[in-house]
């Protein structure tokens, strides 16, 4: 049985090994890349994960999901923060074609990284946590970046504020960007993962902050209530009070910080929330 959360060996930050920037596939007609922490390799097959950061689809880094990493792989997950093609470049489905490129990277190599390929699991944050979701979803998107020996299934999922409904503007009116001008309302519901069958969805794990103006939480209301209907494994857990990407708010700074950051309110608690979920169901 996998141990729950109170029952996991933190590891001390020195012994976990960080690789940037290596090549995990292609990403049209350059190299895809990530950012690697790898807990000291054991015996034992670990569970991994792959940790989508956010950003509207339209800017951010794996840099904005460090903090995630080296949390998770502390726990004992190897974890793998991939860049993607944000919406500037290519347009959708580009981006989850290089997350599941990511998932499907892991799996190839998973000797080397001494991780069970049957038990990789994804999270990611905003847009980071869209991709997620639709990285669980049975889909076609699965592009031609590399290790097509491999399938991109997940074993669990958690979404952090992302959209379930993707639109062509966001709610301030600005243009999304993110599909092609002449995209249909079918493409939109494509790429929307609460559109898809939930039937066989895995473990979720939904965190939001219930004042989210940017992504209201009524969306992760709407696909909560659907897995409960499905008799899904799901997790639900709204912050009062909190908007959007209320993780990275500072106690003493006005930007936003890293979850890790000791100013940071919530970020602790979330990472926390996420190790024990994937702790349980991978």
């Known amino acids: 049985m996998p141990a729950v959360y109170s029952d996991l060996d933190f ?4 012994a976990i090994s960080q690789q ?7 990403a049209g007609n350059r190299d895809l890349t990530g950012t690697l922490y790898l807990p000291p390799i054991a015996d034992e097959q670990r569970p991994a994960v792959v940790i989508v950061h956010g950003g509207g689809w339209r800017k951010g880094s794996p840099r904005g999901v460090s903090g995630f990493g080296e949390f ?16 500037g470049e290519a347009h959708w489905p580009a981006q989850i074609h290089d997350v599941k490129c990511a998932i499907r990277f892991l799996k190839s190599n998973h000797k080397q990284f001494g991780l069970d390929k049957e038990r990789v699991g994804i999270t990611g944050d905003s847009a980071g946590g869209h ?14 970046g590399g290790h097509a020996e491999e399938t991109s299934d997940i074993k669990a999922v958690g979404a952090m504020y992302g959209p379930v409904r993707v639109r062509k503007t966001r709610t301030d009116g600005s243009p999304l960007g993110l599909l092609r001008p002449d995209a249909t309302a079918s493409d939109y519901a494509s790429a929307s993962p609460i559109n898809y069958d939930l039937t066989a969805f895995p473990p979720c794990l939904l965190i939001h902050g219930a004042d989210d103006p940017a992504v209201p939480l009524t969306g992760t209301l709407e696909l909560f209530t659907k ?3 499905l008799d899904r494994t799901v997790e639900l857990h709204s912050f009062a009070g909190e908007g959007h990407a209320f993780d990275r708010r500072s106690s003493t700074q006005e930007r936003m910080v890293d979850v890790l950051d000791p100013s940071s309110i919530s970020g602790p608690t979330v990472v926390r929330l996420i190790a024990r979920f994937f702790s349980k169901y991978l």
């Open 227 to 229: 897995l409960v209907e």
């Open 11 to 14: 590891l001390a930050a020195d």
């Open 72 to 87: 998770l792989s502390q726990a004992g997950f190897v974890c793998l923060c991939p860049a993607y093609r944000l919406s």
């Open 131 to 144: 991709l997620a979701l639709m990285a669980a979803l049975e889909t076609d998107f699965e592009g031609s």
């Open 20 to 26: 940037e920037n290596v090549v995990i596939g292609k």
